[in-house]
């Protein structure tokens, strides 16, 4: 079994300051990575993914993740965010090895972005 | 192209009443998920299908709920009676067979239950 630990409940940031939320997973297992976006009254959106190859991926808006094995983090950072950037961020993973992969989700990071 | 599509988006209900939400998947896509999401246990798997057949409802809180897929592009969700600790957003996603067992999801907006 998998499991995802988002520490940050809320990260409140000013418009066009760097910010960075923070996953780690735990798993007996290789794993898929992925972050997805929920903006309000809205269903989840992917964000980005890992699943091989290069340790950093990117979102086409100008988000990055990097896949840290050894610590076993997947955080997510963006060095300059926008007023439209404010959503829920939610950190998932999946079994590599699983015939039937299901996803596991963290809790959720509220990414707050004021003027 | 049409992503997943869930109804209703809103539904204020009684408690001991019935409830049933709707769900129709991306075509083509194989697989089909049902997640509650709450304040306080965020995202939680309920079910899952796979070519229409239950694969894993060990999510499902208690006998009150159920799902059904009667076909590639139709689930239902039933919760039977209501009660107001159910009340919460119920997620409905599918995934491809292109995405091979990678676990990506494509989620519906939600149906946002009240249990009065």
């Known amino acids: 079994a998998q499991s995802v630990t988002q520490l940050d409940s809320q990260v409140p940031v000013f418009e066009e300051a760097p910010v960075e939320l923070r996953c780690n997973y735990s798993s007996s297992v290789s794993v898929y990575l992925f972050w997805y976006v929920q903006y309000p009254n809205q269903g989840l959106q992917l964000l980005l993914k890992y699943l091989s190859g290069s340790t950093l991926v990117e979102s086409i808006n100008g988000f990055e993740a990097e896949f840290n094995k050894s610590q076993t983090s997947f955080h997510l950072r963006k060095p300059s965010v926008h007023i439209s950037d404010t959503a829920e961020y939610f950190c998932a993973v999946s079994d590599m090895n699983s015939g039937y992969s299901t996803l596991t989700f963290g809790k959720g990071t509220m990414l707050l972005v004021s003027p | 192209d049409a992503g997943v599509i869930q109804s209703p988006r809103h539904e204020v209900t009684e408690m001991g009443q019935e409830v049933t939400l709707r769900c129709k998947p991306i075509s083509g896509h194989n697989s089909l998920f049902w997640y509650r999401q709450t304040m306080m246990r965020g995202l939680e798997l309920l079910i899952y299908?796979?070519?229409?057949?239950?694969?894993?409802d060990s999510g499902m809180p208690e006998d009150r709920f159920s799902a059904k897929m009667p076909n590639a592009s139709f689930s239902t969700l039933k919760i039977q009676p209501s009660e107001p600790r159910d009340s919460a957003v119920y997620f409905c996603?599918?995934?491809?067979?292109?995405?091979?067992?990678?676990?990506?999801?494509?989620f519906g907006e939600g149906s946002r239950l009240t249990v009065l």
């Open positions: 996603a599918s995934s491809s067979p292109l995405q091979g067992n990678t676990g990506e999801l494509f």
């Open positions: 299908f796979n070519n229409n057949v239950p694969i894993d």
